[in-house]
């Protein structure tokens, strides 16, 4: 077996391949035809972020059986080409946990004592003793945006320092904060409450600018820390609100754009320390990273469990034709019902009933929890996310009944908290045309896709009148509506809207200003 070696990796790794008897071969910065052939006879390819993984790749290499990603982040990688050929994608998500959260308790550390800024200036020949007068974090509390693998990590540290730990996520149990000495609250109250905040999420399109100029002004004093990702925080509104003194100061590894441009404006802020995406280069990550996709090709070679695959598990053959149309399904279903959710996420159930119970459903399932945990974390599967909700103390359910009296296959997935509970249910129409046919009780037939509003409201005359007039006096266009109800005329009911344009705030606020209306939920699919 050979595998090809396209971006610089420890030596550690390459021994580790070497050792199991496999030859190894380095085409570093090949890109273009050059690397299109040195892959031809490949069986394996490890890459860091420089190789760009396309399907023209995957078309090239008839023998390819795995891609390692020497690192976390596989924007490089064309993970669905790599399904369709049959290829595994793994990458090695622990190796640079440690050197992250220590990077960030340094970073925390550097802008509480000025630290670059008193060195610069005794390098330069200043004695400034006296113009520095910094912050210890002893007894101050700590703000960590997203507990996450280095959350979790910067938490522990910092609390071992003598510091109180609130935490804003959503999809993490509470029994595991508790473990973890973490208070959980909601979002502003964690800025507020912070004299330290730390962001641990990943970028997605929920997370883009997640922290700008509101949400610096509720924290009102103290530092912020971003060694996650850049673009989370709004780089301009950070650099003002360091430069006006509404927080005492900041430090940040990571930037929106990469290298960054010399104008960028945090550049210019004294009291904003920056170093240039530090946080995984240390030598024993880079070798934990490189030993850990080692070992995941060995594995792959040798037909064992890939630990960190990224891509879908192989199902039978006979088998996946049937529960190929569920599996899109119940992602739909469970991302419906997170959203709707209101509250932290601490179970998840996923009933089959019908049909589909005598199948082999466990992707089925984990593609249920991908949906759930969709807006959560970077790169979310069907292949991680089961082991996202063991990490973050969430309990999964499933369960079967082969009886079904209304459809001949139906999914369900339920999402609690605590008492309170969202439930969707999901089946296939003639041509595995998929349709939401239950939310909470409520029987109806919506077609879930691109941007949908739920209202529930009491079924008063006028009421879908009026959320028609408010949307349309605001340039949404509706594109198909589903309406139920529970019980007789006069009680609660719920419609569901397929949208082609995007809900502004002010529609949702004017909408529920009506006392006709209970609550309004802005779905995306």
Same mark, same amino acid.
């Given at each position: 077996m050979k595998v090809l070696v396209t971006d610089p990796i420890a030596d550690a790794g390459l021994d580790r391949l070497r050792e199991a008897g496999y030859e190894v071969e380095t085409a570093y910065d090949v890109e273009g035809d050059a690397l299109l052939e040195a892959v031809s006879d490949a069986n394996g390819l490890i890459v860091r972020s420089g190789t760009q993984v396309t399907a023209e790749v995957f078309e090239a290499a008839p023998d390819l059986v795995i891609v390692g990603r020497a690192g976390i982040g596989v924007d490089n990688i064309d993970i669905d080409a790599a399904t369709q050929h049959g290829v595994i994608v793994a990458n090695a998500p622990e190796g640079n946990v440690r050197a992250a959260a220590e990077h960030t308790v340094a970073m925390g550390f550097a802008a509480a004592r000025s630290i670059p800024q008193a060195h610069a200036r005794l390098k330069n020949g200043e004695w400034a003793k006296s113009d520095y007068l910094g912050n210890e974090v002893n007894g101050k509390t700590l703000g960590v945006v997203g507990l996450g693998r280095v959350g979790q990590e910067v938490a522990k540290k910092f609390s071992s320092l003598g510091m109180d730990i609130v935490a804003y996520d959503p999809y993490i149990g509470e029994e595991r904060a508790d473990q973890l000495g973490a208070e959980l609250v909601e979002f502003d109250a964690c800025l507020a409450r912070a004299d330290f905040l730390t962001v641990h999420t990943p970028l997605t399109p929920e997370t883009e600018g997640l922290i700008s100029t509101d949400e610096l002004e509720t924290m009102g004093s103290g530092y912020l820390v971003n060694c996650a990702r850049g673009g989370v925080v709004d780089e301009a509104a950070l650099a003002e609100a360091v430069d006006a003194g509404v927080i005492d100061g900041a430090a940040v590894d990571v930037f929106a754009d990469e290298p960054v441009s010399p104008d960028n404006p945090l550049l210019s802020v004294d009291d904003v320390v920056v170093t240039p995406h530090l946080g995984a280069s240390?030598? $024993?990550?880079? *070798?934990?990273?490189?030993?850990?996709?080692?070992?995941?090709? /060995? +594995?792959?070679? !040798?037909?064992?469990p890939v630990i960190n695959a990224l891509n879908a598990p192989s199902v039978d053959e006979s088998a996946f034709p049937r529960i190929q149309p569920y599996i899109g399904l119940a992602e739909t279903a469970g991302k419906i019902a997170a959203q709707l959710l209101d509250g932290r996420l601490g179970e998840v159930e996923v009933t089959y009933t019908g049909d589909?119970?005598?199948?082999?459903?466990?992707?089925?399932?984990?593609?249920?929890?991908?949906?759930?945990? $969709?807006?959560? *974390?970077?790169?979310?599967?069907?292949?991680?996310?089961?082991? /996202? +909700?063991?990490? !973050?103390?969430i309990e999964v359910v499933e369960s079967k009944s082969r009886q079904s009296d209304d459809f001949q296959s139906l999914v369900t997935v339920t999402v609690r908290n605590g008492d309170e509970e969202m439930t969707v249910s999901g089946t296939l129409f003639t041509g595995e045309d998929p349709r939401i046919v239950r939310i909470n009780g409520y029987r109806l037939d919506a077609i879930p896709y691109g941007q949908m509003l739920v209202a529930r409201n009491y079924d008063k005359p006028g009421v879908i009148g009026?959320?028609?007039?408010?949307?349309?006096?605001?340039?949404?266009?509706? +594109?198909?509506?589903?309406?139920?109800?529970?019980?007789?005329?006069?009680?609660?009911?719920?419609?569901?809207?397929?949208?082609?344009d995007d809900v502004p705030d002010r529609v949702r606020e004017k909408l529920l200003a009506d006392d006709r209306i209970i609550d309004v939920d802005l779905i995306t699919l």
């Open positions: 240390t030598s $024993a990550a880079q *070798e934990n990273v490189a030993v850990s996709t080692a070992d995941q090709i /060995v +594995a792959a070679f !040798r037909d064992e589909i119970a005598g199948e082999d459903i466990e992707l089925v399932t984990a593609s249920a929890l991908k949906g759930v945990f $969709a807006p959560l *974390e970077w790169q979310v599967n069907a292949v991680n996310a089961p082991q /996202v +909700a063991k990490e !973050r103390g009026f959320i028609g007039t408010v949307l349309g006096e605001n340039d949404v266009n509706i +594109a198909g509506m589903f309406n139920a109800r529970r019980a007789k005329a006069g009680g609660e009911a719920l419609t569901v809207y397929n949208l082609d």
